[in-house]
């Protein structure tokens, strides 16, 4: 059975406008999925900040017992310094790699990358067709 040129232009558009609902759909998912990923990323983040900050907060706290000690016996006080010095370095070392985490823009990049990928393709296609022959 023949389609008239009225049924195909119907049918041309028909299966435009479904390809372009599916390409929207996967964009949309891609775009969730990433949004969902920088949650847990920033679920991260938060806690790699609140650790950093608790032992920030134990390091004062033995230096304070270190000034307290200060004068006694000569062995706590090495001890207790370099008690405190370890968790002020691991406090710094999360500070460093959560500002490190904080710095990386992840938000729905793969989702700008497929959209900038197909209006390239897009505009590459329109280009072709406005080649004379």
Avoid: C
């Amino acid at each position: 059975m023949a389609l008239g040129p009225t049924q195909r232009v119907f049918s041309a558009a028909k299966r435009l406008l479904n390809s372009l609902i599916a390409n929207g759909e996967t964009r949309l998912r891609l775009a969730v999925v990433e949004l969902e990923e920088e949650r847990s990323r920033l679920l991260v983040l938060m806690l790699l900040a609140g650790a950093s900050l608790l032992l920030l907060l134990l390091g004062v706290a033995t230096l304070v017992a270190l000034v307290v000690v200060l004068f006694w016996d000569t062995y706590r006080l090495t001890a207790i310094a370099v008690s405190a010095l370890v968790l002020i370095a691991a406090s710094f070392l999360l500070a460093m790699i959560a500002l490190r985490q904080a710095k990386q823009h992840t938000l729905l990049k793969e989702t700008l990358r497929q959209l900038a990928a197909d209006r390239a393709l897009l505009e590459a296609k329109n280009e072709s067709e406005q080649r004379p022959r």
